[in-house]
């Protein structure tokens, strides 16, 4: 039986009952705040205030942590290569020939909190925002109805492809399969045998998606409607206000020329 695991995590606190577009206008922010900034003491705060409103929000850590490790090697190679690439002020030590730096090291903190911002921030959008919401939220800020879907489709069916991949996994495992030991080449041959029944079943899906949006007239040239209708209430336009002077306040330290090695 295939395995299946979703995104979204039900839940009650204010996490989950803001507005979709402040989540992603939230979440646009985040980004938009890891690429003006590059010193990790300016972008290590976003991290760990995200994780804090997760917490608080009472969000499945044990999903975020399940999500989250999949960065573990981006950001340990960002850790060591950025500071052997990365040559600005004085030379703390060297290490097979090259001189790492004071600069070097900030700057490799600097681009793992860089991944670790833009990653954790629509973890948190896609772990309290149901489907609907999302597509809606999109569509209000203005996105085609068709991108709209398109996007939605592919966040929805990933934890579909993982959990079928896994399923895949555990019934070759049952027929003495362990794609997991032998040698890389072994590793290697053993996971192309996974990558077969993986594309068929992915096709089969695609399939059956496309039968079914056009069954309910998907293509169809009119303006739709929505079940749900999105409307800001308090806590949105507090959530609003909140995130506008961050963003304001950012661009402002940034004209100063703080924030960068």
């Known amino acids: 039986m295939t395995q299946q695991f979703r995104l979204y995590e039900e839940g009650s606190t204010f996490l989950?009952?803001?507005?979709?577009r402040v989540k992603l206008l939230a979440v646009l922010a985040v980004f938009f705040i890891s690429i003006l900034f590059n010193d990790p003491r300016y972008l290590a705060p976003v991290f760990f205030s995200i994780l804090a409103l997760i917490?608080?929000?009472?969000?499945?850590?044990r999903?975020?942590?399940?999500?989250?490790?999949?960065?573990?090697?981006?950001?340990?190679i960002s850790l060591i290569l950025w500071?052997?690439?990365?040559?600005?002020?004085?030379?703390?030590?060297?290490?097979?020939?090259?001189?790492?730096?004071?600069?070097?090291?900030?700057?490799?903190?600097?681009?793992?909190f860089r991944i670790l911002d833009m990653v954790i921030a629509p973890i948190a959008l896609f772990l309290t925002t149901t489907q609907p919401d999302f597509i809606a939220g999109l569509r209000r800020l203005g996105l085609?109805?068709?991108?709209?879907?398109?996007?939605?489709?592919?966040?929805?069916?990933?934890?579909?492809?993982?959990?079928?991949?896994?399923?895949?996994?555990?019934a070759q495992r049952a027929r003495g399969l362990d794609p997991g030991r032998g040698s890389p080449v072994r590793r290697m041959k053993?996971?192309?045998?996974?990558?077969?029944?993986?594309?068929?079943?992915?096709?089969?899906?695609?399939?059956?998606?496309?039968l079914a949006v056009e069954?309910?007239?998907?293509?169809?040239?009119?303006?739709?409607?929505?079940?749900?209708?999105?409307?800001?209430?308090?806590?949105?336009?507090?959530?609003?206000?909140?995130?506008?002077?961050?963003?304001?306040?950012?661009?402002?330290?940034?004209l100063m020329g703080y924030g960068t090695l």
Not at 90 to 105: A, H, K, N, Q
Not at 151 to 167: E, I, N, Y
């Open 144 to 170: 085609p109805y068709k991108a709209s879907f398109a996007l939605a489709t592919a966040f929805r069916f990933l934890p579909t492809v993982v959990g079928v991949g896994q399923s895949i996994v555990e």
């Open 55 to 61: 917490v608080i929000g009472r969000v499945p850590m």
């Open 16 to 20: 989950y009952r803001l507005d979709p």
């Open 83 to 112: 500071p052997l690439i990365y040559q600005q002020g004085p030379v703390l030590f060297r290490i097979l020939g090259f001189d790492i730096t004071e600069g070097g090291i900030f700057y490799g903190f600097g681009m793992a």
């Open 215 to 254: 069954a309910k007239a998907f293509s169809i040239d009119r303006k739709r409607t929505f079940y749900k209708l999105l409307v800001y209430d308090r806590a949105d336009w507090i959530a609003l206000f909140v995130i506008g002077s961050i963003v304001s306040v950012a661009i402002v330290v940034r």
């Open 190 to 210: 053993s996971y192309g045998r996974i990558v077969g029944p993986l594309m068929i079943t992915s096709i089969r899906i695609a399939q059956q998606l496309v």
């Open 63 to 76: 999903r975020v942590a399940l999500l989250l490790r999949s960065l573990s090697i981006l950001v340990a």
